[in-house]
């Protein structure tokens, strides 16, 4: 999140009506460790508010992926 600030001008809407071309894509949740759980969580909402990401009702659906940097 500490890079994403220095380029506000990146931020675009696309949408694409593929509704009636394709059946919808969706990929397994995927478990977050218990361990990593409030890491993801605050990282979600940091992303919600900064308006990255939107909630979402779609049958078109990708997990979230969680890596950490290397220090």
């Not at 949408?15 to 394709?22: A, T």
């Not at 990929?27 to 993801?40: D, N």
Request: proline fraction near 10%; include cysteine; hydrophobic fraction near 35%.
């Amino acid at each position: 999140m500490d890079v994403l600030p220095k380029f506000p001008f990146f931020r675009y809407q696309n949408r694409q009506d593929v509704s009636n071309i394709l059946p919808p894509i969706k990929q397994k949740m995927r478990r977050v460790p218990h361990c990593k759980r409030e890491e993801f969580k605050k990282m979600l909402d940091e992303m919600l508010e900064a308006g990255l990401i939107q909630k979402s009702d779609s049958h078109w659906a990708s997990p979230f992926l969680l890596v950490t940097k290397p220090h």
